[in-house]
């Protein structure tokens, strides 16, 4: 007997229908969601991201070939999430296990469609059937694995994590999913009474149905139908929350891959020219801010690594990147409800004090898995600053003594040539 399975077996004709209706309805959902976000990256200044795909197919692909890296190698290949220990293993297991199992789900519906235009047509049987299994088996145990492992890191509550009480929502929801996905599976097996390498490809489904072998197969259908159900809508109230919680970073965070710059963490100069076409220097309203630089707000998922090698934070000052991300994306959500032409100015939530204590280092930047450049944003808001003779700090200071003694250390003007004679005398001979 070829092992195999059917796609909608023990599910009705009405829960078919049924079941598309309400995965139509939870996708409208997920795609307003997400477009409520790009709305309001929208009102930052253009990037000009059509022109990516225009001109020659090779103009084209060197284009975009530096981003479909990033995408690869620190999205797919997690590349920024290494390094941590236990969370970076804890993500791995439910970055790979997600992955698995949505591939795992399309190549299903895929097959359905294909058995719905012809059955010659269908690929879900005999050695790749028995692979698809065993490989999904695994897989959700990593993805089992990997939340409980973030569910141990939100009772632990480092300080550098942010915390919501939808992230619990967020775990138990896919708790129940990838527990109520093995409970289907087993009933399945129950009822249908698979033999042989058709059965223990699911090894997982195989030990659990073990359990209910005593069942009857009227028992065994009725409580599939209900379990399947179960797993149904919570899959579906995973896809509509997506854009309304944490895990709007699924979708965030590989866009900022692909449209960050390839180098982050660099001051790029003002010209006069800029300055008097745009008529301000730096940022003194959230619009000022490009498309993709609103775009990365929502990509911060609040693992706290920036504020972790953060130098000032270390020494106890008043600045935390992963807080100046999450200040400006407060600003962000409201430019819905101010009028056009009203200021909507970060400073007053960000004290210039905070923009002060940054080193610009750019520790916060070699650290972020999704490529935020915390660096660029605060030296933007620093440059209103100082437009507006807001400097402050070693560098006001250095500046006031250089208009006052022609150098920066403050000597009087006929010793301000000293540091270098004591700079001679100190080099060794």
Not at 134 to 162: C, E, M, Q, Y
Not at 372 to 401: F, K, P
Not at 414 to 420: G, I, K, L, T
Request: net charge positive.
């Amino acid at each position: 007997m070829t092992p195999t399975r059917e796609t909608f077996g023990n599910i009705s004709t009405t829960s078919q229908v049924a079941f598309y209706f309400v995965a139509t309805a939870s996708v409208a959902v997920f795609v307003y969601g997400v477009w409520r976000r790009a709305r309001l990256w929208q009102y930052g200044q253009p990037i000009h991201f059509r022109q990516l795909f225009t001109g020659r197919l090779s103009q084209i692909f060197a284009n975009i070939a530096p981003g479909l890296r990033r995408l690869f190698v620190d999205g797919l290949g997690q590349q920024r999430v290494r390094g941590r220990g236990l969370p970076s293993w804890a993500h791995a297991g439910l970055f790979a296990g997600f992955m698995m199992l949505l591939l795992g789900t399309t190549l299903l519906e895929v097959n359905h469609l294909a058995e719905m235009v012809s059955k010659n047509l269908s690929f879900h049987h005999g050695i790749y059937y028995v692979i698809y299994e065993f490989t999904l088996d695994l897989f959700g145990i990593l993805f089992l694995l990997g939340t409980v492992l973030f569910a141990g890191r939100r009772l632990w509550k480092p300080p550098s994590v942010g915390h919501r009480p939808s992230d619990w929502l967020v775990l138990a929801l896919f708790l129940a999913i990838g527990l109520t996905g093995y409970a289907v599976e087993a009933l399945r097996m129950v009822w249908q009474q698979p033999v042989g390498i058709g059965a223990r490809c699911s090894p997982v489904g195989y030990w659990l149905a073990s359990m209910m072998s005593h069942w009857t197969e009227s028992q065994a259908r009725a409580a599939h139908l209900g379990v399947w159900w179960l797993h149904s809508l919570l899959v579906f109230g995973f896809i509509a929350a997506i854009p309304f919680t944490r895990l709007f970073h699924f979708i965030a965070g590989p866009m900022n891959l692909f449209l960050s710059k390839p180098v982050l963490g660099q001051l790029k100069p003002v010209t006069l020219e800029e300055a008097e076409r745009d008529g301000r220097i730096g940022v003194s309203d959230i619009r000022h801010l490009n498309t993709q630089q609103l775009l990365s707000l929502d990509a911060c998922m609040e693992c706290g690594r920036c504020e972790d090698v953060c130098p000032a934070f270390a020494t106890h000052k008043p600045l935390s990147p992963k807080k100046v991300i999450q200040d400006l994306k407060s600003v962000m959500e409201r430019l819905p409800d101010v009028a056009v032409d009203a200021p909507l100015n970060p400073h007053e939530v960000i004290e210039a004090e905070t923009l002060w204590s940054c080193t610009a280092c750019s520790a916060c930047v070699f650290v972020c898995p999704v490529r935020i450049d915390q660096l660029s944003l605060i030296l933007d808001l620093r440059r209103h600053l100082t437009s507006e003779g807001g400097l402050s700090g070693t560098a006001a200071t250095a500046l006031r003594r250089m208009q006052s003694s022609a150098n920066p250390w403050g000597f009087p003007q006929d010793e301000r040539a000293n540091w270098m004679q004591s700079t001679s005398t100190s080099q060794p001979d």
